[in-house]
């Protein structure tokens, strides 16, 4: 089977350079005859200087050359052959260099032809010519320049982003695992058929865990079930102090996540609040067209830790899919937002 993804990529580098090439080639030939329109103006005191078309195309032809060959050569000079980072030294050299390329492509171009060299050229208007070719092109190489560095730093960031991510996605099993096993030995001093039930699970939540341990998106539905089974523990742990409630389940079910985010969003809403008797947890999750929104009265906890790893983990996440994890606390509720992946 051929490999199309090789295929694609040789065909989207083709494309890169002929387009830039192309474009380049217009905006000369549009500088030409401008230029060639002002410096007749100058020089003969009119802008369209030629008795009919036939004089138009071979004059016009005569002078596109040269020029067109000194502006590649000005290309190759400022983007190729001078590899100077210093600013002050690479463009005093390549106004040299360029210049020099601007005599040699005129007498070239007078030996070739057999034209006399004195008197035959105007010399003034090929050196004004380079010298706005030099300063366009040199401004564009040092646009060029900023782009591409601009670019290496976000790829750069990008990649520091992934890093983390990665980092804190190795703590998060560890990090549920000592949770749940301090919830196990809670209800192990309660009652034995319920730590049972939780055993049951658990086995279903670490199922998700092993099966979603290197996969970057999780459907909804997926999530969702992830959800309940972990909602299933915190109703044994909490009996009728927590209650969990869903809204548009199925509406969006196609869409995708990242893995574990709405056990993380409910696991610090148990982390960091009081749930009693008095106190009782009553989360809301509500599915919509663009992500999920987990919302929870706030009871703080007297000794909270502030960690947040799981806030942080989702952060940092979303930030390297180039998204927003949002978070609001109005003082009386916490809404965590997590839009979904496109």
């Known amino acids: 089977m051929p490999d199309m993804t090789k295929r694609k990529s040789i065909t989207s580098d083709s494309t890169s350079i002929r387009h830039p090439l192309l474009a380049g080639f217009l905006a000369f030939v549009a500088y030409y005859i401008v230029f060639q329109a002002f410096y007749n103006k100058i020089s003969l005191g009119r802008f369209y200087s030629y008795s009919d078309f036939n004089e138009l195309i071979f004059y016009g032809t005569l002078n596109f050359i040269p020029i067109f060959i000194i502006f590649v050569a000005d290309v190759a000079i400022v983007f190729k052959l001078n590899r100077l980072k210093d600013i002050r030294w690479k463009i005093p050299l390549d106004f ?68 983390r991510y990665n980092a804190l996605k190795a703590q998060i099993s560890p990090h549920f695992l000592f949770n749940s096993l ?81 056990q993380l969003l409910i696991e610090n809403i148990t982390k960091h609040n009081t749930i009693s008797s008095r106190l009782p947890m009553e989360v809301c999750v509500v599915i919509g067209h663009d992500g999920v929104s987990v919302s929870n009265p706030i009871h703080p906890r007297v000794s909270e830790s502030a960690s947040h790893l799981g806030l942080r983990y ?19 509720r916490f809404t965590a937002f997590a839009p979904f992946i496109p």
Request: aromatic share 12%; proline share 2%; net charge negative.
């Open 182 to 262: 301090n919830i196990l030995s809670a209800l192990s001093e309660i009652d034995g058929r319920k730590e049972k039930e939780f055993i049951r699970w658990l086995a279903h939540v670490y199922h998700y865990i092993l099966a979603k341990q290197d996969a970057e998106l999780s459907s909804v539905d997926e999530e969702l079930a992830f959800m309940d089974s972990y909602a299933s523990i915190l109703a044994l742990r909490f009996k009728d102090k927590f209650s969990l409630t869903v809204e548009g389940r199925g509406s969006v079910s196609h869409k995708k996540l990242p893995p574990y985010t709405l």
């Open 96 to 163: 040299v260099l360029t210049n020099c390329a601007v005599v040699l492509t005129n007498l070239a171009y007078l030996l070739l032809l057999s034209i006399p060299i004195d008197g035959s050229l105007n010399w003034a208007g090929t050196i004004f010519n380079n010298f706005i070719l030099f300063f366009v092109i040199e401004s564009a190489c040092y646009v060029i320049r900023y782009q591409r560095k601009s670019k290496e730093a976000e790829m750069q960031e990008q990649v520091a982003l992934r890093y």
């Open 314 to 332: 989702l952060s940092e996440l979303y930030t390297s899919f180039g998204l927003q994890f949002q978070t609001i606390n109005d003082g009386s």
